[in-house]
């Protein structure tokens, strides 16, 4: 399964969906871990973190959520404010 990590759009959010530490533990569980760059970076985590984990940085929003099978957020679904759609 592809689990997808996008950057959280509500205005004052600062927690991401997943740590780089839970990614080793879900690619061990035969999972692919996308993560939308700069996902973390409120909450302190670098693309390269997610990287060294074993997750995928992808750069698109539209792409993370295409190609994902499962996203995961902090924040309920809401309208993207730039991909001018809701999440869901």
Same mark, same amino acid.
Request: charged share 25%; hydrophobic share 35%; no cysteine.
């Given at each position: 399964?592809?689990? =997808?990590?996008?950057?959280?759009? +509500?205005?004052?959010? #600062?927690?991401?969906?997943?740590?780089? /530490?839970? !990614?080793?533990?879900?690619?061990?569980?035969?999972?692919?871990?996308?993560?939308?760059? =700069?996902?973390?970076?409120?909450? +302190?985590?670098?693309? #390269?973190?997610?990287?060294?984990?074993? /997750?995928? !940085?992808?750069?698109?929003?539209?792409?993370?959520?295409?190609?994902?099978?499962?996203?995961?957020?902090?924040?309920?679904?809401?309208?993207?404010?730039?991909?001018?759609?809701?999440?869901?």
């Amino acid at each position: 399964m592809r689990i =997808g990590v996008p950057i959280e759009v +509500s205005k004052n959010e #600062t927690r991401v969906a997943l740590t780089p /530490a839970v !990614i080793p533990t879900l690619r061990a569980d035969g999972h692919e871990v996308l993560v939308e760059s =700069g996902a973390g970076e409120r909450a +302190s985590f670098l693309d #390269t973190e997610y990287e060294k984990a074993g /997750a995928r !940085i992808i750069k698109d929003a539209e792409e993370l959520y295409t190609t994902s099978d499962l996203v995961v957020k902090v924040q309920p679904p809401t309208h993207h404010p730039h991909l001018n759609k809701h999440e869901a």
